[in-house]
């Protein structure tokens, strides 16, 4: 190893250093914020509601193993409970039925509840989630978050999957694919009038494209040549005339008119991912050629041309999971650690240091401010605080934290 490079690992192993302590530091605030100011949850469901602290207060008991942090668990999960209860059903993953489902099995995986706690379900509401599931694919309401493949992804957690409903979920999905040369796509079912594609991982292309990819056997040889015609496709709507190369949505046949702002819920970071999704199963020169271009654009990636929201009020950055600097964070992590990019790894310090400070702000402001005065923010786990401490948690105890295959990252 020559100097330069012992010098830069040697930096690095500092960074992360004083990085792990700062989140060290973090982490039982984010806990306590969550257990004395859960009467601010205005909505039920995983995302944004309470579920989405029990999620967070899980992984910290299991590096951890405070008891009072378990505790905190099950209060967390009674509260939830009793707003179901008292509210209009989901069968959802976002904010529904699918999504108290999927974290009750979540865990049990993690070995923090029992086969007898998960009694919750009665017979009556798993028939109803099983109408819901057959209505959405019946309409192809593929969405992860409010369709099919959300509802799916919380069977496996259960592992009690219906292999057939996957498979008529395929074949639905040929049905009404929009077939062009050696490519494939949908219209989004909200802009059907416009024409438009998503391109996005949430409610999109590249949704589909890991959906398929995590069934697709020697057998399936639609859902083979559908992985395959997505990725060509998605590959077809590229543009070399933005920092992003890859837009939030496209009409066919139109020319691309604007990029994207980095994100999970769209643009380049969720596109790569999906890329190297299918580089795994297919490899192909034309995979491995669109992550190197988009990786090249993602490297010059900065908070001035990401597009991240900036609150008004604090001039703090917007720290969620789906368009936050957590999620961005996330995301370049997994993708260095799928390709060993150092550009990868120093954009995830980049945005998991601008993570930290504005974690630490708003952590601040928190403590200053009233229960009625905190309804007003987000405690969420898709924009609020919830996602981010999930990501801080990833980045110092990496082993064990897959709670992300919720996001399809997984």
Known sequence: MNNDALKSKISMSDSNTDIKKRISDILPRISTLLSEYHATYTKTGLFEG?????????????ITKDEKVLNLIYEHLGRSIHAFNNASQSFNLADGIAGMMWIFAHLKNLGILSAEEMDVFDADMGNAFKRSLDIDIKRNNYDLLYGYIGKIIALIEIGSQDAGQIERAIDILCQTAIWEDDGCYWIDPDYKKEGIVNLGLAHGLPGIL????????ENQKQSNKMSVSIANWIASSASESYYSRFSTSVRPGAETTAGSRLAWCYGDLGVTLAFLAIDQVYPNKKWKHEIYLTINA????????????INKNTGLMDIGFCHGTSGIAHQFNKIYHLTGEIEMFNQMHYWIEHTIINVEANLTIYDKLNKSELTEVDLGLLNGIVGAGLVLLSFLEPEGQDWDRIFLLN
């Open 50 to 62: 309470e579920l989405g602290a029990a999620l967070y207060q899980s992984h910290y008991y299991v």
């Open 298 to 309: 993602l490297k010059k990636r900065t908070v001035h041309n990401s597009g991240i929201a």
């Open 210 to 217: 890991v959906f398929l990819l995590k069934w697709t056997t």
